[in-house]
T-cell receptor, first 117, second 111 residues
């Protein structure tokens, strides 16, 4: 158990819909990362938040957005869903104290499997 | 930009065989290097890591040594078990605090 929790575990929805995925980081971790894992694209970094603020952006579509709340949990919002958005979405967290100047180990949650029909 | 290249799978071995999964990287500066493992139906778990040149990471019988001169971080295990069947990802930490993953290598161990 990594200490990172994600809900829901499975999500089935239809094209055009909007869903929200939730992540709670490990206690004490300030950074949250979102990844998409699909068969054809592999593991893709989407976005990172650090202590409530967006820190880094990867291959995230404009239809997708995320936020990190004061209690450090994060939500990934996916809208206007398409068939190709079906994938495993992982959240990871790390300490990432800026003064340390190095990337800490990321600890991954169990993922949310999204199926768009 | 920074990148990680690892050998393509699947890799199929018999139980108790020696395992090597090759990983090379391209990066500016001195990244930390990681191996993550993903068991069927689960998320990624950190297997081992090394933070500077010549460091050796080890865990559960797996080892990898940070080789700056060859920009490599090959994963090895002396005697694999059926329970090691999983997908293995090599990764590095980039200067802008991202983790760059390789495409993953699927490992099948036959009893």
């Amino acid at each position: 158990d990594s200490g990172v929790t994600q809900t829901p575990k499975h999500l089935i929805t239809a094209t055009g819909q909007r869903v929200t995925l939730r992540c709670s980081p490990r206690s004490g971790d300030l950074s949250v990362y979102w990844y998409q894992q699909s068969l054809d694209q592999g593991l893709q970094f989407l976005i990172q938040y650090y202590n409530g603020e967006e820190r880094a952006k990867g291959n995230i579509l404009e239809r997708f957005s995320a936020q990190q709340f004061p209690d450090l949990h994060s939500e990934l919002n996916l809208s206007s869903l398409e068939l190709g958005d079906s994938a495993l979405y992982f959240c990871a967290s790390s300490v990432s104290r800026e003064r340390e100047g190095r990337t800490d180990t990321q600890y991954f949650g169990p993922g949310t499997r999204l199926t768009v029909l | 930009g920074d990148s990680v290249t690892q050998m393509e799978g699947p890799v199929t071995l018999s139980e108790e065989a020696f395992l090597t999964i090759n990983c090379t990287y391209t990066a500016t500066g001195y990244p930390s290097l990681f191996w993550y493992v993903q068991y069927p139906g689960e998320g990624l778990q950190l297997l081992l890591k090394a933070t500077k040149a010549d460091d050796k990471g080890s865990n559960k019988g797996f080892e990898a040594t940070y080789r700056k001169e060859t920009t490599s971080f090959h994963l090895e295990k002396g005697s694999v078990q059926v329970s090691d069947s999983a997908v293995y990802f090599c990764a590095l930490s980039s200067r802008d605090d991202k983790i760059i993953f390789g495409k993953g290598t699927r490992l099948h161990i036959l009893p």
